[in-house]
């Protein structure tokens, strides 16, 4: 069983920086598309960026291209998401996704394995 772990949330102004990291325990994320999603109070769940087990670029949702990036550390199995010029709206809860099976970066990509969530709050 494939349990993933997100960390590097917190309280940012805007206009600040976060990196966020996905570790997982079990197996190596190495061998998983890894997707990054978040979800704001009230609305629903928004595909961040995602990524093929194989690296290769990132694909990005609209409202975070330019300033997010994601990436892969194969040595330490480990998938981060830099975030850059961060703003009130991408104030959410942020989750790593895993799947063996390719899905993409739609909200509603049925990932198998999902991590516990790391909030992210972008406030002055």
């Known amino acids: 069983q494939l349990q993933l772990v997100e960390s590097g949330g917190g309280l940012v102004q805007p206009g600040g920086s976060l990196r966020l990291s996905c570790a997982a325990s079990?197996?190596?994320?190495?061998?998983?598309?890894v997707g990054w999603f978040r979800q704001a109070p009230g609305k629903e769940r928004e595909g961040v960026s995602c990524?093929?087990?194989?690296?290769?670029?990132?694909d990005y949702a609209d409202s975070v291209k330019g300033r997010f990036t994601m990436s892969r550390d194969s040595a330490k199995a480990t998938v981060y998401l830099q975030m850059n010029n961060l703003q009130s709206e991408d104030t959410a809860v942020y989750y790593c996704?895993?799947?063996?099976?390719?899905?993409?970066?739609?909200?509603?990509?049925?990932?198998?394995?999902w991590g516990q969530g790391t909030p992210v709050t972008v406030s002055s």
């Open positions: 996704a895993a799947d063996s099976r390719l899905h993409g970066c739609s909200g509603y990509a049925p990932y198998d394995y």
């Open positions: 079990g197996y190596s994320l190495n061998l998983y598309n």
């Open positions: 990524i093929r087990s194989g690296g290769g670029n990132a």
